[in-house]
């Protein structure tokens, strides 16, 4: 017989570690831009598994590479070179504009690396270990503790501290505060090009702006972080290319491997040889299946051109999201870039995603209790966004 859903998320419930309040639904498959659970349920995804299934569900191209790869070679270790992974290295820094690329599991470990590289850049210049890390409230940045240190959220901080030491806090898009906190022993700023987590916040032009020329002033790196923002979501293959501000060092997941557990920090000039070897490695990262995926993402974003099916179809999604906005005076604010948008409501959100959810079967996300964030697969197209913008009306009617 059959497994229904009940018992399904029953034995999960009984063997996962409990960190996540889970929705009562369970994917079994997805194609194109829809999911179906255990109960042959048809779901619209405006979601992508975070930000990650830029392609959608059973891309052919990529999911062949995919077989042939797992037959070819799965996992040899950083101690051998693999093909794949010099493919995707070449591809991915030439994307990037950068230098170096190190491959990681996550995007928290590419956190982790950048920090690394911040921390040895200073350590290369005088070797004391006294340097501070300029980061940014209402920022998110990933979970381990190197991560979590740099996430300026105290929710998540508080349970977990003593954190690393040397990290201070400005506020996101006021330079004033960044240049208060700026001194001698400030070896890097990190922030989010554009806060995803946080509620959807692109970074100003003037901000940014200011910001790399106080790291220039400074001799200090500029570490953005891409994870969400970048791989073609706002637009440009990477945020900071809206504004030609570029990093130091950059962070990269997601949508890099479309759905394998793939995520890469780059860097370019004097951070490119801050580390040398023994400094950092994986075991894991950059392994040939991930690679070739990667591999395969970064060809078909050059061969279907995204990033200008982004531009057009991101700027469909935010006339659509503007008619929402004028409809119903709950909704506050609309933000964002490209297909990474959000919609800020002057009520919790909650309701309005578990009932697009549950009742239109439309996969949506919040970011923080007041703003739906909306990030679908890059592939998406106009009459796609035209059936999830019904979806969310009824969903924000009977939620309210
Ligand atoms: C998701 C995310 C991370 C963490 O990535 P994981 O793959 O979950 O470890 C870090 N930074 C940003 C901006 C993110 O959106």
């Not at 990681?104 to 921390?119: D, M, P, Q, Y």
């Not at 400030?186 to 959807?200: F, Y």
């Not at 060092?249 to 491997?257: F, I, N, P, S, Y």
């Not at 999604?317 to 870039?337: M, P, S, T």
């Amino acid at each position: 017989m059959k497994k229904s859903k009940e018992t399904w998320i029953a034995e999960g419930e009984s063997a996962f570690y409990k960190t996540y309040n889970r929705f009562p639904v369970v994917f079994e498959r997805g194609e194109g831009l829809h999911l179906y659970d255990t109960d042959g349920q048809e779901y619209l995804d405006f979601y992508a598994g975070i930000a990650v299934n830029a392609l959608g569900y059973g891309d052919k191209e990529y999911t062949d590479c995919l077989k042939e790869q797992a037959e070819r070679l799965l996992h040899i270790s950083n101690y051998f070179y693999n093909t794949p992974s010099i493919e995707a290295g070449e591809k991915l820094t030439k994307a990037a504009q950068m230098d170096k690329v190190f491959f990681t599991n996550s995007g928290t470990e590419a956190v982790e690396g950048a920090l690394k590289i911040a921390r040895r850049y200073a350590y290369n210049k005088d070797g004391g270990h006294d340097h501070e890390i300029i980061a940014m409230k209402n920022s998110f940045h990933g979970r381990s503790i190197g991560a979590l240190s740099v996430t300026g959220n105290d929710h998540y901080q508080e349970p977990f501290k003593p954190l690393l030491p040397g990290i201070v806090f400005a506020e996101f898009n006021n330079l004033d505060s960044v240049k208060a906190l700026f001194h001698e022993k400030t070896c890097a700023v990190i922030m989010e090009t554009v806060q995803g987590e946080g509620g959807i916040y692109p970074a100003t032009k003037e901000f940014i702006e200011g910001v790399r020329a106080l790291c220039d002033e400074h001799d200090a790196l500029l570490i953005l972080d891409e994870i969400q923002c970048g791989m073609g979501r706002t637009g440009e293959m990477f945020a900071w290319q809206h504004y030609g501000v570029k990093p130091d060092v950059m962070t990269v997941a997601k949508a890099l491997g479309n759905g394998v557990p793939v995520g890469a920090f780059l860097a370019c000039g004097k951070a490119a040889s801050a580390m040398v070897p023994g400094d950092h490695g994986t075991t894991y990262g950059g392994n040939p299946f991930v690679c070739a995926a990667a591999s395969k993402v970064l060809d078909i974003f050059q061969s279907r051109n995204l990033t200008a099916h982004v531009r057009e179809i991101g700027q469909y999604l935010w006339e659509k999201l503007e008619e929402v906005k004028a409809q119903y005076d709950i909704v506050a604010d609309h933000r964002g870039l490209g297909l990474m948008q959000g919609l800020e409501f002057t009520v919790p959100v909650g309701p309005i995603v578990a009932n697009a959810l549950l009742e239109q079967k439309l996969v949506l996300i919040s970011a923080g209790t007041s703003i739906i964030r909306f990030v679908p697969p890059l592939v998406i197209e106009k009459a796609d966004v035209d059936e999830m913008v019904k979806r969310l009306k009824k969903a924000i009617e009977s939620a309210r």
